[in-house]
């Protein structure tokens, strides 16, 4: 049979983080207990009155401006610059269905090859080679497998210039989706720094950026809005993690207010016409809520990261513990341990890549967890990297959506009080961590 869609796009396939939500979903309809440590949607209760504008809303059905509305850009814009310290003008803004399709927009409509950190979210790498750009890693520290060195950076700078590729554009991730780590101000300003004397478009995705354990880390970013052209960074950002409504599907980027970003921010424009059309109309207008700095708004983010935090950290001590390897997150609501210090035991087992012991994982332990290798590590690479899982504690706060609205906004409100609370599904998926370590133990080696 002749080819039906292009070379390209023969090689995408379903999201790691869609399809491992597919299949628990799947072995729980046929009985089958599963912790579901694998997949990164927020499932806090949406705050009460953003909910009410979003119902409000619900008869409007015109299409949006392209770029967003009015109101909406000005609530992002003066979210962003408070949190920034920065002038943002509305008109720096362009709202999308997700920040997923933004980020895809600029891969597509930018110039040069691609720098990603390794270990990066799983949708970069597809985008990046859907787009046609040839992608080439930096390596992060061994330890924390975020920070990204200067020595890193210009090494994977001369392996493209030595393939005959010129790199353009470069995304970072922070908080980071699949560590939890997230930059020092001396780590940003070593990219920034590298970025502008290459001449590289720096892409910040910051989606997570409300959920900082330390808030005066809120305000660590490469974007300052600046109108010089000898340097471009956009921020791009949504609605999805710290307001628990990804299926509203609203995204945001900021282009700096200079030449380069405004020729960017009107390609974008000119995509997105043609593409989405525009956002949601009735998440639009309830989002004009979320993003501002009331007090109630801004009550509620602190409630959501306390409540992170809490769990987040009780997971890590625990893996820490059980003697992986894993630093201590930042933010965000993962942790990436890795399980080479079991790395003899797995090998007996017939494990050998990260793929194959997420599937041990499911089959022998009711432990569902993302694969190192989905997020860019290399099976073959060194063993800091290997037998790495991305571990999110997203869904081990309630059972179900009428669990998390009869319990959820009093259990937010108990731990941003600092009252004790108890998380039954973590304790549950701690001791299937201390059940798959002790299995490892017990190897006949």
Known sequence: MANVVNSTSAKLKISPTLEINELVSKARGEGKHVVHLGFGEATFPIQREVLHAHKEASKETSYMPVAGLEDLRTSIASFNADRLGVNISPDQVVVAPGSKPLLFALFDILDGAVLLPRPSWVSYEPQVLHAGKKLFWVETDAADRHTISESSLLSTYEKAVSEGQVPRIMLVNSPSNPTGHVFSASCVQTIKEFCKSKEIILITDEIYSDICFDESQKGISPFDSTTDDSETVILTGGLSKTYSAGGWRVGYAIFPPSEKGEIIRKTVLAYASECWSAASAPAQFASIKAFSTSEDMCTYRKSVTALHRYCTLKLYSALKELGLDVGQPGGAFYVYPSFSPYSTQL?????????????????????????????????????HGRFRLRMATSYLYFQNEVDRYEEGYDLLKRCASGEEIQLPYLEEAIKSLGNAVWKLKNVRL
């Open 347 to 383: 090998n007996k087992l017939g494990i050998i890549t990260s793929a194959d012991l997420s599937a041990w994982l499911i089959r022998e332990c009711g432990l569902a967890a993302l694969p190192g290798s989905a997020f860019g590590e290399d099976d073959n690479g060194p063993l």
